[in-house]
């Protein structure tokens, strides 16, 4: 069973920055997007970026010119750097991986943004 392990949560102050990770647990072939989705308390998760199999990008727009997703094929992670922290970015941050028949999840990652 593939797991997708998520890493570099944390808490930052505003205008800091924080990289998230996420690693599979072993290649996972016909990948058509992957990306990240976030839930804040009390709110529905939202998707934050998504990155498909033909490099485009999608982010939402109150991350756009500040977050940026990207992937290192060869180790099988996807990454998101945050950057401009808010306050409203806080939240569980969940990494996915989908394919033709299946997606895959991680367990979440929190990033607190407080001063």
């Known amino acids: 069973q593939v797991q997708l392990v998520e890493s570099g949560g944390g808490l930052v102050q505003p205008g800091g920055s924080l990289r998230l990770s996420c690693a599979a647990s072993e290649i996972i072939i016909r990948i058509s997007d992957m990306g990240w989705y976030r839930q804040a308390p009390g709110k529905q998760r939202e998707l934050v970026a998504r990155?498909?199999?033909?490099?485009?990008?999608n982010y939402a727009d109150s991350v756009k010119g500040r977050f940026s997703i990207s992937r290192d094929n060869t180790k099988n992670t996807v990454f998101l750097q945050m950057n401009s922290l808010k306050p409203e970015d806080t939240a569980v941050y969940y990494c996915?991986?989908?394919?033709?028949?299946?997606?895959?999840w991680g367990q979440g990652t929190q990033v607190t943004v407080s001063s």
């Open positions: 996915f991986v989908r394919t033709a028949l299946t997606e895959y």
């Open positions: 990155l498909n199999d033909r490099g485009d990008t």
